[in-house]
């Protein structure tokens, strides 16, 4: 028993060697008549892989002659069977644009479309191939509106589409979930452009409302007032849209709470804003960069000039001007600058004479004056 298992499956072996030495001797034969008919055997049988090496070798012989339409096609069927649909793409657009009278030049061009379909991968993934496939299939109805093939085009377009959309919103929703606001108020913007009959269009327009709500929130101070009036802005676009929404009362409160916060947010922008500019100007002081501070007061002095403030950067601008003069070893030099300190001194007086920091301004005062009359005598001698 155990000999009679063994013949059978030698036997086997030995045909199977065979028939890969004869095919191997096909490949290498110069007899395309046989090809062609091994070929075309092969591709009836559903054998591509052994048929499309074939076809390829005739291909390169065949260019130009009759039979290369022929050979084009099966090739490019081929490569569809075998599942390698971006090359099945290529060889049937080449096909159709090689062939373009053929009676099989519109099958030969949805095919091209459909071969991108098929290769259109799970939404997870880049979807450029969905782009093209949606391109050809454009491209196909287009070029060929009478085709009994319009109809699946439009419903593979439309099919697409939808995939795409479902990788937008998807991609949106996980910003939302993340708290990437900003990201997902652009995020769901986009999906709307790109698909304006989404279902979920209502809810998305209150998502917007709400993600822009939230990002405000979450903003810096002197971005704040700028982020909420997008919100009111984009509140106005939803209420215009969906007046009857049953999102609107929630819509509502968010546009209510950014119409005050707004104020509120400008108004603390504003008091940071100043802080900060006192802070640079009185640092300046303290690193007795005089010139820079003399500068710095003198601005803060315009720009807040409704401040309660104001006398003593008022103080801090005459000591700035002050010291500033007599840092110049030119006594010239130093009366002129010793003339804008006792300006800022006479403006004190006649701004702030109330203030509780008269008697400190008159000391300086005194000070400047003492040594206007030093550097004035010096100056006379250089004269």
């Not at 395309?32 to 591509?48: M, P, R, T």
């Not at 690193?287 to 807040?304: A, G, I, W």
């Amino acid at each position: 028993m155990k000999h009679l298992r063994v013949i059978p499956l030698f036997s086997l072996v030995l045909l199977f060697f065979g028939s890969c030495s004869g095919y191997e001797q096909l490949l290498k034969s110069d007899d395309f008549s046989l090809k062609y008919q091994k070929a075309s055997e092969f591709y009836n049988k559903g054998s591509y892989t052994r048929a499309l090496p074939l076809f390829k070798q005739l291909l390169a012989v065949e260019k130009g002659t009759p039979r290369e339409e022929e050979l084009m096609y099966y090739i490019a069927y081929s490569h569809y069977a075998l599942k390698d649909y971006l090359i099945a793409s290529t060889i049937f657009k080449n096909y159709y644009t090689f062939f373009p009278k053929s009676n099989r030049a519109v099958e030969c061009h949805y095919m091209s479309a459909f071969c991108f379909y098929l290769a259109s991968p799970t939404p997870t993934l880049d979807q450029t191939v969905t782009y093209k496939a949606i391109e050809s299939f454009q491209l196909f109805v287009n070029a060929h509106p009478q085709s009994d093939s319009v109809q699946a085009a439009n419903r593979m377009i439309d099919l697409m589409r939808r995939k795409l959309e479902g990788k937008a919103l998807a991609a949106a929703e996980l910003y939302y979930k993340t708290r990437n606001y900003q990201a997902a108020a652009i995020a769901y913007e986009n999906l709307l452009r790109d698909f304006p009959d989404v279902p979920q269009a209502e809810y998305i327009n209150f998502l917007i409302v709400d993600s822009y709500y939230q990002f405000a929130e979450r903003s810096i101070t002197c971005k704040q007032s700028e982020r909420y009036e997008r919100v009111n802005t984009r509140y106005n676009k939803f209420k215009e849209q969906y007046p009857q929404s049953n999102f609107l009362g929630q819509a509502s409160s968010l546009h209510e709470q950014a119409l005050t916060k707004r104020v509120k947010s400008a108004e603390d922008c504003t008091e940071q804003e100043r802080s900060r500019a006192l802070f640079n100007a009185e640092n300046t002081f303290r690193n007795k960069e005089y010139e820079k501070s003399s500068r710095l007061f003198e601005e803060y002095r315009k720009q807040y000039n409704g401040n309660n403030d104001l006398d003593q950067v008022q103080l801090n601008l005459i000591q700035s001007r002050y010291r500033l003069a007599l840092e110049s070893t030119a006594p010239c030099t130093v009366l002129t600058g010793l003339e804008k300190a006792i300006n800022e001194y006479y403006y004190f007086i006649e701004e702030f004479p109330a203030s509780d920091k008269v008697a400190q301004a008159e000391i300086i005062y005194e000070s400047i004056l003492k040594s206007q009359d030093q550097y004035q005598k010096n100056c006379n001698e250089l004269n």
